[in-house]
């Protein structure tokens, strides 16, 4: 039995009231190659290495004139480094030969992009114009799976498409980031704090403990 979608709601706004894309950008490119480096990799190694990224490479036009080893010394500290240079290159020459330099912000003008899947191209148009949706992460893939909301296996565009069949679309971009503060802070994927989880008696716990009384 899954918690209820509206008393999860009021719980997560209580507990993190300011939660927002970790990730640090200030224009659509930025936020597009910011997010494509996060696949596989946490923000906080992301946010360490765009800085000088940006600022060697502040627009499409200037990184779509390099070549993927130029990139490399920027990103090396970021997981799959080498096949997101490439990406982050053709990304950047589609960018130029097909849209004047400028990020589309439509989403299926998105996913044609190279390296640019679903959840990329819906964080992105979620953070720069508000488009309602409810990308999936890991921390949400585990989430909804703990609060039963979503059955364990499915792929991450068929749990946002759960999700989003649930909860109210006026809350999907701030529950998108409330889901992911819960997933790191409380719930994580090794040894969850259910003591100070707000919800008590959710699937997962129930499971965990009937398993744990078996084996005594």
Same mark, same amino acid.
């Given at each position: 039995?899954?918690?209820?979608?509206f008393?999860?709601?009021?719980?997560?706004?209580?507990?993190?009231?300011?939660?927002?894309c970790? /990730?640090?950008?200030?224009?659509?490119?930025? !936020?597009? %190659?910011?997010? #494509?480096?996060s696949? $596989?990799?946490?923000?906080?190694? @992301?946010?360490?290495?765009?800085?000088?990224?940006?600022?060697?490479?502040?627009?499409?036009?200037?990184?779509?004139?390099?070549?993927p080893?130029?990139?490399?010394?920027?990103?090396?500290?970021?997981?799959?480094?080498?096949?997101?240079?490439?990406?982050?290159?053709a990304?950047?020459?589609?960018?130029?030969k097909?849209?004047?330099?400028?990020?589309?912000?439509?989403?299926?003008?998105?996913?044609s /992009?190279?390296?640019?899947g679903?959840?990329? !191209?819906? %964080?992105?148009? #979620?953070?720069?114009? $508000?488009?309602?949706?409810?990308? @999936?992460?890991?921390?949400?893939?585990r989430?909804?799976?703990?609060?039963?909301?979503?059955?364990?296996?499915?792929?991450a565009?068929?749990?946002e498409?759960?999700?989003e069949?649930?909860?109210?679309?006026e809350?999907?971009?701030?529950?998108?980031?409330?889901f992911?503060?819960?997933?790191?802070?409380?719930?994580h994927?090794k040894?969850?704090?259910?003591g100070?989880?707000?919800f008590?008696?959710?699937?997962?716990?129930?499971?965990?403990?009937?398993?744990?009384?078996?084996?005594?």
């Open positions: 039995m899954r918690i209820d979608p008393f999860l709601i009021k719980e997560l706004e209580s507990l993190y009231p300011e939660a927002k970790s /990730l640090d950008f200030h224009n659509a490119f930025e !936020a597009l %190659v910011s997010v #494509a480096l696949a $596989q990799a946490t923000d906080k190694s @992301v946010n360490l290495a765009t800085p000088s990224l940006f600022a060697r490479y502040p627009n499409a036009t200037e990184m779509a004139k390099a070549e080893v130029d990139l490399i010394p920027y990103i090396r500290s970021i997981g799959l480094y080498q096949n997101k240079a490439k990406n982050l290159v990304l950047s020459r589609a960018l130029v097909d849209h004047n330099g400028e990020v589309p912000l439509d989403f299926d003008t998105l996913i /992009l190279p390296g640019v679903k959840k990329t !191209a819906g %964080v992105v148009l #979620a953070e720069i114009i $508000q488009r309602p949706a409810m990308p @999936v992460d890991t921390h949400i893939t989430v909804s799976y703990r609060l039963g909301y979503t059955k364990e296996g499915l792929d565009y068929k749990i498409k759960k999700l069949s649930i909860f109210p679309m809350k999907w971009i701030p529950l998108h980031h409330r992911i503060a819960f997933g790191r802070d409380i719930c994927a040894k969850p704090e259910c100070r989880c707000p008590a008696m959710c699937p997962y716990l129930k499971k965990a403990s009937s398993t744990a009384s078996k084996k005594r």
